[in-house]
């Protein structure tokens, strides 16, 4: 292998429909995964991730612009990307007929694993997943968590060099999610490239290295977590409830976004008591926390990622 693990360039994706109005799904998006890395497109629903991962994964050929895996072309030569490639479709369900054991067992032989690794993998898959207490029971008897759990089990049983997680902890509780996490730190330690699709905030926040934020089909910045809150301007948050109609009477203070009615301040430490005041003064209750994401997404898109697209 050779190369950058993913490089889009100007990828677009086009949708002509006969008597409707013409939707583009994708517009010049370019981005880059270097090998080991944990990368994310972080966006609301509707924003163009999925068709995005169907491009990159040769499942759907683009209107314009081109997209390597490891220097293989994934439109002209999709025979030698799907090798090198392990996909979870969002929402993506096991085979009903077949046991979790089953379903990563089968996948790996199909993929030309021995019948002693795929065994040792399957093995370790369910136990990451914390699936031993149901491996053995078929599929359509599972809650949703449990099915999602099993896809994702199937996929990082594969190790393989770039991995596509589409939305990949959805419906999952929160000890189940950060076992994902934890799984997926462990395979980029061992080579393995991640790209994955989340609208959770806090996922793209504890998971990626590098995050690109999406909105209508377009990548519109791209940097670290870190870094994206760094630009938003201030190190503290400060919250006034209902406070939308009121951006005006803290302007001085910050930028500041609305949202949901209320509206948050970015300042720094030594103007908090100025911004309370003027709180107090609008008879308004006010809660301070630190910048996180959540700010350096509304800055840039100017809406919560809860609102659809």
């Known amino acids: 292998m050779s190369g950058e693990a993913?490089?889009?360039?100007?990828?677009?994706?086009?949708?002509?429909?006969?008597?409707?109005?013409?939707?583009?799904?994708?517009?010049?998006?370019?981005?880059?995964?270097r090998p080991g890395e944990r990368v994310a497109l972080l966006g609301?629903?509707?924003?163009g991730k999925t068709t995005f991962l169907k491009i990159a994964s040769t499942l759907l050929k683009p209107s314009a612009g081109t997209i390597e895996v490891f220097g293989h072309d994934a439109d002209a030569d999709p025979s030698a990307v799907r090798p090198l490639i392990a996909v979870v479709p969002q929402e993506g369900k096991p085979f009903f007929h077949l046991t979790p054991r089953e379903q990563i067992y089968t996948y790996l032989l199909a993929r030309g694993f021995s019948r002693r690794e795929a065994k040792e993998r399957t093995g370790e898959a369910l136990a990451q997943m914390a699936l031993e207490e149901v491996a053995d029971r078929l599929s359509i008897t599972l809650s949703g968590g449990q099915r999602q759990r099993t896809m994702v089990a199937t996929v990082i049983a594969t190790e393989a060099p770039l991995l596509f997680l589409d939305e990949p902890t959805i419906?999952?509780?929160?000890?189940?999610?950060?076992?994902?996490?934890?799984?997926?730190?462990?395979?980029?330690?061992?080579?393995?490239?991640?790209?994955?699709?989340?609208?959770?905030?806090?996922?793209a926040e504890a998971l990626s290295d590098r995050l690109y934020i999406v909105e209508r089909g377009r990548v519109l910045v791209d940097g670290t977590a870190e870094s994206l809150k760094r630009e938003v301007g201030g190190s503290v948050r400060v919250s006034i409830a209902g406070g939308a109609d009121l951006k005006a009477a803290f302007?001085?203070?910050?930028?500041?976004?609305?949202?949901?009615?209320?509206?948050?301040?970015?300042?720094?430490?030594?103007?908090?008591?100025?911004?309370?005041?003027?709180?107090?003064?609008?008879?308004?209750?006010?809660?301070?926390?630190?910048?996180?994401?959540?700010?350096?997404f509304l800055r840039v898109v100017g809406r919560s990622i809860d609102e659809e697209s």
């Open 6 to 33: 993913l490089r889009a360039e100007g990828v677009r994706k086009v949708y002509d429909r006969r008597g409707a109005p013409t939707v583009v799904a994708l517009d010049n998006v370019s981005l880059l995964a």
């Open 44 to 47: 609301r629903n509707g924003a």
């Open 171 to 203: 419906g999952m509780d929160p000890f189940a999610r950060r076992s994902v996490w934890d799984s997926l730190r462990r395979l980029t330690k061992k080579g393995s490239t991640i790209l994955l699709t989340t609208h959770y905030l806090d996922e």
């Open 251 to 296: 302007a001085t203070f910050g930028d500041s976004f609305a949202d949901g009615g209320g509206l948050h301040v970015i300042t720094t430490p030594e103007r908090i008591h100025e911004v309370l005041e003027v709180a107090v003064r609008e008879h308004r209750t006010a809660t301070i926390g630190p910048v996180t994401l959540e700010e350096a």
